[in-house]
């Protein structure tokens, strides 16, 4: 793998880290919301479906939250190419603190306001083979981790949610122990939940963003060369099988448009989830999930991806 496709490759992965899974994670939603997330679409990432919720009873207000996840995702394309595409395991473990400013009346809901930490390590080829190469280099050379901020405003009204929160985050890669992606986003999301049977719960809604960027590209890149908006269309169902557990598929169309005054790039995203969870206790969760991604860009340089996933999973949260 050459310098300059090896770099396209990284900032594609810190793309999907730093702008996907987590345009509210599934922790600060919960706390957004008295209620219980549905799964991410994508491995990691943050994390990167948008917010999906199954209303719960209201609790008593407890300000501080902490969390974490950790999920083990055997790959068919580890590298995002679009040719001769390799399989490996991508591990990614997370954990952060919310603190939540408490509820007020505002337009017949509830407005919640919060900030929030998180760190997250991503290690390639853990589960086959640290060392594993992949197109002449080994995979672990990848491996990164990610620090991350956020403060958000959340409006809620009987199975309606709208959020708005500003979230920053840093990547440094482990290797060469560099700073090379760092990112400003500003992200909306606006979600309708509802019933259809006493098991069943539909959840349709849009979320968005504007990303500012800085790609430490040994001056391969101009400054801003991965500003970008998005938009995305997500729908989710969840189906309770008695005993505790529940099926919930979801699906996600993105709309990428790079915004550089020197780039003409458009990316569509297509992604679909099929997930099967286990609470264990009121506080925790286990998840077996199944995924397949599509991406197809405009831009001949950006390779063409399509992957499938098989994830194990686990998270945890507590509130004081």
Do not use: C
Not at 91 to 114: N, P, V
Not at 148 to 163: F, K, M
Not at 265 to 279: E, K, Y
């Amino acid at each position: 793998m050459s310098a300059m496709a090896r770099l396209s490759f990284v900032l594609r992965v810190a793309a999907l880290a730093a702008g996907w899974p987590g345009v509210i994670s599934p922790a600060a939603f919960a706390a957004a919301s008295p209620s219980q997330t549905v799964p991410e679409l994508f491995a990691g990432e943050l994390e990167d479906v948008g917010p999906q919720f199954l209303l719960l009873a209201a609790t008593r207000p407890r300000p501080l939250e902490l969390w974490t996840d950790v999920e083990f995702t055997s790959t068919s394309n580890a590298t995002l190419v679009e040719n001769n595409p390799k399989s490996s395991s991508i591990t990614s473990a997370q954990a952060g603190g919310t603190w939540h400013f408490g509820e007020r009346a505002y337009r017949g809901g509830r407005l919640r306001f919060e900030s929030g930490v998180k760190v997250q390590t991503y290690r390639y080829g853990l589960l086959v083979g640290p060392k594993e190469k992949i197109n002449f280099l080994e995979i672990d050379r990848n491996n990164f981790d990610l620090l991350g901020a956020h403060v958000q405003a959340g409006w809620r009204r009987d199975g309606w949610l709208a959020a708005v929160a500003l979230r920053g985050a840093s990547l440094r890669n482990r290797g060469n122990d560099r700073v090379f992606y760092q990112e400003l986003g500003l992200e909306w999301q606006a979600y309708r939940q509802w019933q259809s049977g006493l098991r069943q719960t539909w959840t349709l809604g849009l979320d968005g963003a504007a990303r500012w960027s800085h790609t430490d590209s040994f001056g391969l890149l101009p400054a801003g060369w991965n500003n970008r908006v998005e938009q995305a269309v997500v729908a989710a169902f969840d189906q309770s099988l008695g005993r505790g557990w529940r099926l919930q598929p979801a699906v996600r169309l993105q709309g990428t448009r790079y915004t550089h005054r020197d780039r003409e790039r458009s990316d569509v995203h297509r992604s679909f989830r099929l997930s099967l969870i286990r609470p264990l206790g009121s506080a925790a969760e286990l998840r077996f999930g199944v995924g397949y991604d599509r991406r197809v860009s405009s831009e001949a340089a950006m390779a063409d991806f399509a992957k499938w996933d098989l994830e194990l999973a686990g998270s945890a949260r507590w509130q004081f």
